[in-house]
């Protein structure tokens, strides 16, 4: 999935190693992956407009972004915790 920059922005505030650098592009997979602002009735931007008004639909439900989110903040953490350990 192209996750949305929410998520990419959820995972640098959260994450405790100085460097993080999040990407995602697909194609012809499942699409957007929408953090929980932008889900559902959005501002009217590109991909909320698009799921609402086409057939397709982001392939999980509200919060499925900030789900991803946390848990790569927390695998980060992890891996940051054991490099701070060496």
Not at 13 to 23: H, K, V, Y
Not at 29 to 47: A, K, R
Request: with cysteine.
């Amino acid at each position: 999935f192209e996750p949305f920059l929410g998520i990419g922005r959820q995972i640098r505030a959260g994450s405790n190693l100085p460097l993080n650098l999040t990407c995602g592009y697909t194609n012809h997979s499942y699409g957007y992956l929408t953090d929980g602002p932008n889900t559902g009735e959005g501002d009217g931007d590109y991909p909320s407009a698009h799921y609402r008004y086409s057939k397709f639909r982001p392939p999980y439900a509200k919060p499925g972004g900030d789900v991803v989110a946390t848990k790569a903040i927390k695998t980060l953490n992890q891996m940051a915790s054991r490099e701070s350990s060496n």
